[in-house]
Nanobody, 122 residues
Framework: QIQLVESGGGSVQTGGSLRLSCAAS????????LGWFRQAPGKEREFVAN????????NYADSVRGRFTISRDNADNTGYLQMNSLKPEDTAIYYC???????????????WGQGTQVTVSS
């Protein structure tokens, strides 16, 4: 079992960058795939990106591909989401999640963080 804590959210202007972190407690971090999801006001939660156990395989939603980069440091028990060229439509609460495999469906993840707010102004 692990606990996840996101950080790094904030307010930026269009075109800006943010780097989200997902700090995991517990020694089994490297046993879990990681996913990033987001939820905007009035909208359903949506998949953003995922990464496998080793960090060699990644997957992105079409809306963020080429702008966002997911990564992980298993030695540091931390996952990351580098977000560049941010747009107002990226405004949402961003959540990291851990599961046995890198899935697009959030229901396949077992552990979730509390979320961090990202606001992009035009």
């Amino acid at each position: 079992q692990i606990q996840l804590v996101e950080s790094g959210g904030g307010s930026v202007q269009t075109g800006g960058s943010l780097r989200l972190s997902c700090a995991a407690s517990g020694r089994s971090f490297r046993s879990y795939a990681l996913g990033w999801f987001r939820q905007a006001p009035g909208k359903e939660r949506e998949f953003v990106a995922n990464i496998n156990l080793s960090g060699r395989n990644t997957n992105y939603a079409d809306s963020v591909r080429g702008r966002f980069t997911i990564s992980r440091d298993n030695a540091d028990n931390t996952g990351y989401l580098q977000m560049n060229s941010l747009k107002p439509e990226d405004t949402a609460i961003y959540y990291c999640a851990a599961g046995l495999a890198p899935r697009v469906d959030g229901a396949q993840y077992d552990y979730w963080g509390q979320g961090t707010q990202v606001t992009v102004s035009s």
